[in-house]
């Protein structure tokens, strides 16, 4: 009854091995990737929110807004600009977070974001999922190698207890009564 026993148990060893690479997962899917992209449109009259869905975490976020008569409202990162476009563009720049704008006429954006990317983070729902069926199984192995090695003791005590080997092979010690 020892340590190495215990982790050679086929249910605790398979749990310790998905916890393992659940694990290995996580560390996978917290990978970041410095990624550049540009997203061009025209907006509408009305409210729009402007977002990249690969870019999770800004460096740099530069907008640059068209319109041949519009008034303009941006919010983004606790700052608010109203801008008067009239034949002109203007460039918002050193952005903290993606804008939001309101406009009551046809606006022309260019977006430039500069940020991290995780292009692994799909697996971190397998590993969570790993993790938990690996804590289980380590759990009810554990418990199950417990009870098998106390179920040895028993009868190793029962065996000291009773004198050794039943020479005269009585009903009793066999457990046929």
Known sequence: M?????????????????????????????????????????????SHFLYSDRIITIVDCNLTLYSKNASVSVYSG???YSLELSNNTITLSDMEDYPKIETDGEVLYTLSVIGYAYPYSWLSPIGF?????????????????????????????????????????????????
């Open 2 to 46: 020892g340590i190495k026993d215990a982790v050679r148990y086929p249910t605790i060893l398979f749990g310790l091995l998905l916890l393992f690479l659940s694990l290995g997962l996580a560390l996978i899917s917290m990978k970041a990737e410095l990624e550049r992209e540009e997203l061009k449109g025209t907006l509408t009259p009305g």
């Open 78 to 80: 606790g700052k608010y």
């Open 129 to 177: 999922v790993l993790m938990i069926a690996g804590s289980i199984l380590s759990l009810l192995g554990f418990a199950s190698y417990l009870q098998g090695e106390m179920e040895k003791v028993k009868k190793k005590r029962r065996k000291e207890r009773l004198g050794g080997e039943d020479v005269q092979r009585t009903p009793w010690r066999e457990g046929r009564l």
